[in-house]
T-cell receptor
Framework: GENVEQHPSTLSVQEGDSAVIKCTYS??????FPWYKQELGKRPQLIID?????GEKKDQRIAVTLNKTAKHFSLHITETQPEDSAVYFC????????????FGRGTSLIVHP | DSGVTQTPKHLITATGQRVTLRCSPR?????VYWYQQSLDQGLQFLIQ???????AKGNILERFSAQQFPDLHSELNLSSLELGDSALYFC???????????????FGQGTRLTVV
């Protein structure tokens, strides 16, 4: 089955700095890569996603890049703010079958004011 | 609000007991996933149901079982509970499989289970 590795497990930055979280996946059949943000005690919520036919996608301060050949994708957050502090999960989902998203172990992002 | 409802929000029970967690998916979603999130752990996939039938199994213990009913709500049954089963249990739903395009999974607020 799919295996998703996510790094780093913890990321501490100063407000205004950029943050980058990296993930790798193993199943070449995966074609959908969502990123979820989970604030303390709350449910994971989608913040951005990318499909395998696209190399990069941007939404305001958040961008995601995908390298299908190397099987890795990354989340970039620019001009970080304290409210960006949360746990971020990457996931990979195959193109058929049960479409089950496999999640990475999460990155705890701490943005210091 | 994701449209996915989970009850109860909190549950405290003793070791050896049995509990049932309930999930109502978003209107129209046929796929329901259950995930377990332990302290400092990611989201571990347990099981998926699609339109009433089991579609896939992950790292689900034999003491755990689930089902999806004709009205599409799902229940996760946890029995012979151990201290290590204490975790946040999430249900998610999506229209996966109803179209040929992958889409996001919508999560409920979770049920926090504490086994004492």
């Amino acid at each position: 089955g799919e295996n998703v590795e996510q790094h780093p497990s913890t990321l501490s930055v100063q407000e205004g700095d950029s943050a980058v979280i990296k993930c790798t996946y193993s199943d070449s059949a995966s074609n959908y890569f969502p990123w979820y943000k989970q604030e303390l005690g709350k449910r994971p919520q989608l913040i951005i996603d990318i499909r395998s036919n696209v190399g990069e996608k941007k939404d305001q301060r958040i961008a995601v890049t995908l390298n299908k050949t190397a099987k890795h994708f990354s989340l970039h957050i620019t001009e970080t703010q304290p409210e960006d502090s949360a746990v971020y999960f990457c996931a990979a989902s195959p193109s058929g079958g049960s479409y089950i998203p496999t999640f990475g172990r999460g990155t705890s992002l701490i943005v210091h004011p | 609000d994701s449209g996915v409802t989970q009850t109860p929000k909190h549950l405290i029970t003793a070791t050896g007991q049995r509990v049932t967690l309930r999930c109502s998916p978003r209107s129209g979603d046929l796929s329901v996933y259950w995930y377990q999130q332990s302290l400092d752990q990611g989201l571990q996939f347990l099981i998926q149901y699609y339109n009433g039938e089991e579609r896939a199994k992950g790292n689900i213990l034999e003491r755990f079982s689930a089902q999806q009913f004709p009205d599409l709500h799902s229940e996760l049954n946890l029995s012979s509970l151990e201290l290590g089963d204490s975790a946040l249990y999430f249900c998610a739903s999506s229209p996966q499989g109803q179209t040929r395009v992958n889409t996001e999974a919508f999560f409920g607020q979770g049920t926090r289970l504490t086994v004492v």
